[in-house]
């Protein structure tokens, strides 16, 4: 059993369940919630009313995450995360990575809505 356990081992020798942590400054977590919402922004724009878009930024063992998701009209909703490393929290992302993010976003979603659909609509009215 111990084998399945991430706190097994000697004592003071195995720490796997508790990851190194490190405190992000005031400034690296503003460039970040400002570059997340730019990527949100940016993908509103792309699409048309109907689709909820939104964000969500978190501490994981990796580091500062964040997540993009889209939820369109019909079908399953896609998302995009991604782990910024120091340079990208001190400088902030560039805004050709937060354009390409969300027009990747943007049309991911479109094409959930056009599988959903599919091509046997029938017309409504002629």
């Known amino acids: 059993m111990n084998g399945n356990n991430p706190y097994a081992g000697a004592p003071g020798v195995v720490d ?10 005031t400034s690296e977590v503003r460039h970040l919630r400002e570059a997340v919402a730019g ?12 689709y909820a878009v939104g964000s969500e930024l978190s501490y994981g063992s990796n580091g500062p995450q964040a997540t993009v998701a889209v939820h369109p009209p019909i079908g399953r909703p896609i998302s995009a995360g991604f782990t910024p490393d120091e340079e990208d929290l001190e400088s902030g992302l560039t805004d ?7 027009r990747g976003l943007a049309a991911s979603a ?10 046997d609509l029938t017309p409504t009215a002629r």
Do not use: H, K, N
């Open 16 to 25: 796997a369940g508790r990851p190194e942590e490190s405190e992000l400054s």
């Open 39 to 50: 990527i949100v922004s940016r993908t509103q724009t792309y699409l048309p009313e109907g």
């Open 96 to 102: 050709d990575d937060r354009d390409e993010v969300a």
């Open 110 to 119: 479109a094409f959930q809505v056009m599988s959903a659909v599919g091509d």
